[in-house]
């Protein structure tokens, strides 16, 4: 294998041990650990194991989880009567609600009754605003989490072609915005995109957030390039990426496995941004982002 292997697994620990030490002294110094409210309407089995994940990442890190779940028929006035309780308690720093919702229930609407500065998953208008004017503002998780994975492995970005595959809001977009803070020539591709091989091929810096097993070849990768790989598709093999995994590193430079590679520093970054709306609620004045 060419490619260096992103250790993502063993990357996403260390900042969670760093965020350990910061969190046990903002308390110290606060009086009160950051808080975290997680809100899951229904029973999805997967949606019920990244919320616990959340959860127990928060209890392992001295942030206090308030673990919010409701019938999967609960009616919208009854999700949003909690959003904005939940908006208004002080004890409470960030608050996540996760999706996807119920059919019943309008995601993007409940989305917005979370204020500014406790939308720890950044996906509100206004994070998102504040994301596409370069103003402070929480970021979303996984995008900012492919940032630091970039970062520790000193991938330069000031110039560099990076590809993004996927245009949604919870991942392509933000992270298209985010690496073009930094400077670099951003690309973003999608289902209409013609010729997909040959523009991922210009890239860099390649990043699938697709949702299309395997989609990425060995014929998408410039030999020495950054490839991470954001998908999560489960299938007959278990968890496989959006990658070609085998085929493409032995092309790349550098690659994120799946898993084991994104997937964990997304936990991390929500545990930080929990950290930041906290430390901000503390000093309004001082609004950072992450
Ligand atoms: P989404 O379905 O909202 O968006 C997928 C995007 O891919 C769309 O913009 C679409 O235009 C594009 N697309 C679809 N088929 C394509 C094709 N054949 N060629 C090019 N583009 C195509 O998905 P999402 O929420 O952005 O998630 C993407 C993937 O990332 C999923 O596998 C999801 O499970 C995973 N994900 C992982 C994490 C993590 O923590 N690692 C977090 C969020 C999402």
Redesign the pocket.
């Known amino acids: 294998m060419a490619a260096t292997v992103i250790d993502g697994k063993a990357h996403a620990q260390r900042v969670r041990d760093a965020l350990a030490g910061e969190v046990a002294r903002f308390t110290e110094q606060a009086g009160a650990p950051p808080g975290l409210a997680t809100v899951l309407v229904g029973d999805d089995p997967a949606s019920d194991v990244y919320v616990s994940n959340k959860q127990r990442a928060c209890a392992a890190a001295g942030i206090a989880g308030f673990d919010h779940r409701l019938a999967p028929d609960a009616p919208a006035d009854e999700v949003a009567t909690l959003l904005r309780a939940l908006d208004a308690d002080p004890a409470v720093s960030g608050i996540l609600l996760q999706l996807p919702l119920p059919e019943h229930l309008d995601a993007r609407a409940l989305t917005e009754l979370i204020g500014p500065a406790k939308d720890v998953d950044g996906l509100t208008a206004a994070s998102a605003g504040a994301l596409a004017q370069g103003r402070p503002g929480l970021r979303p998780c996984?995008p900012t989490?492919v940032m630091e994975l970039l970062d520790a492995h000193d991938v330069a970005l000031e110039g560099a072609e990076a590809v993004v595959?996927?245009?949604?809001t919870?991942?392509?977009r933000p992270l298209a915005l985010l690496l073009l803070e930094r400077h670099a020539t951003v690309t973003v591709?999608?289902?209409r995109?013609a010729d997909?091989e040959s523009v991922c091929a210009r890239a860099d810096v390649l990043v699938a957030?697709?949702?299309?097993p395997r989609?990425v070849g060995v014929g998408h990768v410039k030999p020495g390039a950054t490839v991470i790989d954001?998908?999560?598709?489960r299938g007959p093999d278990g968890l496989v990426g959006?990658v070609d995994f085998d085929a493409v590193a032995e092309r790349a430079g550098l690659i994120t496995p799946v898993p084991g590679g994104?997937?964990p520093m997304?936990i991390a970054m929500l545990l930080r941004n929990t950290l930041a709306a906290a430390r901000a609620q503390q000093a309004p004045a001082a609004v950072r982002s992450t």
Do not use: E, K, M, Q
């Open positions: 996984t989490g595959l996927g245009r949604s919870l991942v392509g591709c999608h289902s995109t997909l957030a697709v949702g299309v989609l954001v998908g999560i598709n959006d994104v997937g997304t």
